[in-house]
T-cell receptor, first 114, second 109 residues
Framework: SQTIHQWPATLVQPVGSPLSLECTVE??????LYWYRQAAGRGLQLLFY??????ISSEVPQNLSASRPQDRQFILSSKKLLLSDSGFYLC?????????????FGPGTRLTVL | GQNIDQPTEMTATEGAIVQINCTYQ??????LFWYQQHAGEAPTFLSY??LDGLEEKGRFSSFLSRSKGYSYLLLKELQMKDSASYLC??????????WGAGTKLIIKP
């Protein structure tokens, strides 16, 4: 079965500091990968998705970036965090195939920017 | 634009039945997912419907009507552990997932 590892679980960072969140996948090859942000009591906002190594699509303009240096590794970064970057960050993956497959999620990182 | 509507919050009693509705307006349709999300945790997959009708999976069932742009999640024999948010998500014509804001379900003893 597919598993997503994500760390850290919680993070408190000052405004203007850099960010790097890492996500790794087990149990499937060449998955589609996604970074979501969820504000308290809200739905999921898709930030980035990737269909392969080095291939990143951005859904919303912001001061965040993503990279996929390896097939099963997806990284979310920022050079300078803003207060509005606070939220629950979720990495997700899905199998690639003819049929639609569900997305499976990592445990998430709760980021607080002070 | 693309839109998914769910009630913000619902309350039900332990042992009872509850129906959570989801209506959608999207550019194309390639299926609808229901996910469960406990507070502070990641969403977990519950069901996927792509054809009209009812899919039953234990205490949980999901229904879809593509002509009406409507789905519901039915939870029977409610347990306290069912207290969670329930997210509806539609796969659009580009095979992207469009997420609803979720319905917070509160179970009372």
């Amino acid at each position: 079965s597919q598993t997503i590892h994500q760390w850290p679980a919680t993070l408190v960072q000052p405004v203007g500091s850099p960010l790097s969140l890492e996500c790794t996948v087990e149990g499937t090859s060449n998955p589609n990968l996604y970074w979501y942000r969820q504000a308290a009591g809200r739905g999921l906002q898709l930030l980035f998705y990737s269909v392969g190594i080095g291939q990143i699509s951005s859904e919303v303009p912001q001061n965040l970036s993503a990279s996929r240096p390896q097939d099963r590794q997806f990284i979310l970064s920022s050079k300078k965090l803003l207060l509005s970057d606070s939220g629950f960050y979720l990495c997700a993956g899905s199998r690639v195939g003819r049929d639609v497959s569900e997305q499976f999620f990592g445990p998430g990182t709760r980021l607080t920017v002070l | 634009g693309q839109n998914i509507d769910q009630p913000t919050e619902m309350t039900a009693t332990e042992g009872a039945i509850v129906q959570i509705n989801c209506t959608y307006q999207t550019s194309g349709f390639n299926g609808l997912f229901w996910y469960q999300q406990h507070a502070g945790e990641a969403p977990t997959f519950l069901s996927y419907n792509v054809l009209d009708g009812l899919e039953e999976k234990g205490r949980f069932s999901s229904f879809l009507s593509r002509s009406k742009g409507y789905s519901y999640l039915l939870l029977k024999e409610l347990q306290m552990k069912d207290s969670a948010s329930y997210l509806c998500a539609v796969v659009d014509s580009n095979y992207q997932l469009i997420w609803g804001a979720g319905t917070k379900l509160i179970i009372k003893p």
